[in-house]
């Protein structure tokens, strides 16, 4: 059975800190995994998309890598503001068995960046 | 906005009382998605749509539940018989659904969710 861990699950940073989101995921036979971006009480913004095949994708002040033989993947935010602020959620999708074409969702991590 | 829309966006209903919702994806969007979300955790997959086809179906979905894509278009999900565990963001998503892979087939793209309070 696929888990998604997200750690940690609460972060607070000072404005301008570069800060990394890990996320876990025990089956590696994956197609992809996405990030989303959750505000409160509203529905998720994709962010990054990665392939299993890639290692990381990029997009402005994001960077999100994967390392599917281990399991993990990393969100990589860059000179944090306080729009940041928001719960970031990682999604994996499974290569196999049911439910292919549904995500798997890890619990989030819920991130505050302090102007 | 070509977005995701769900309909409504807040519903209170009392315990034992029929809901439905609706999810209108992106237009050329083949793939619709159900998830239902609770404080604290992760979207849980519900059920998904190729087209009209119902393809899927979580062990979450009770017989109470029920989904349709009648013309592979919009979508509807009824709980029938509310009960106060059933409250939660019910969220709905769409892609493209290719079949070369690419990431732009392949990110699902969600509305702004319907929450369920049931009393």
């Known amino acids: 059975k696929q888990e998604v861990t997200q750690i940690p699950a609460a972060l607070s940073v000072p404005e301008g800190e570069n800060l990394v989101l890990n996320c876990s995921f025990t089956d590696s036979a994956i197609y992809n995994l996405q990030w989303f971006r959750q505000d409160p009480g509203k529905g998720l913004t994709s962010l990054l998309l990665i392939q299993s095949s890639q290692r990381e994708q990029t997009s402005g002040r994001l960077n999100a890598s994967l390392d599917k033989s281990s399991g993990r993947s990393t969100l990589y935010i860059a000179a944090s503001q306080p729009g940041d602020s928001a719960t970031y959620l990682c999604a994996v999708r499974r290569l196999r068995g049911g439910s292919q074409g549904n995500l798997i969702f890890g619990k989030g991590t819920k991130l505050s960046v302090k102007p | 906005d070509t977005g995701v829309s769900q309909d409504p966006r807040h519903k209170i209903t009392k315990r034992g009382q029929n809901v439905t919702f609706r999810c209108d994806p992106i237009?050329?969007?083949?793939?619709l998605y159900w998830y239902r979300q609770t404080l604290g955790q992760g979207p849980e997959f519900l059920t998904y749509?190729?087209?009209?086809?119902?393809?899927?179906k979580s062990r979450l979905l009770s017989d109470r539940f029920s989904a349709e894509r009648p013309k592979g278009s919009f979508s509807t999900l009824e709980i029938q018989r509310t009960e106060q565990g059933d409250s939660a963001m019910y969220l709905c998503?769409?892609?493209?659904?290719?079949?070369?892979?690419?990431?732009?087939?392949?990110?699902?793209?969600f509305g702004p969710g319907t929450r369920l309070t049931v009393l």
């Open positions: 237009s050329e969007h083949n793939r």
């Open positions: 749509f190729q087209n009209e086809a119902q393809l899927e």
């Open positions: 998503a769409s892609s493209l659904g290719g079949f070369r892979g690419l990431a732009g087939e392949d990110t699902q793209y």
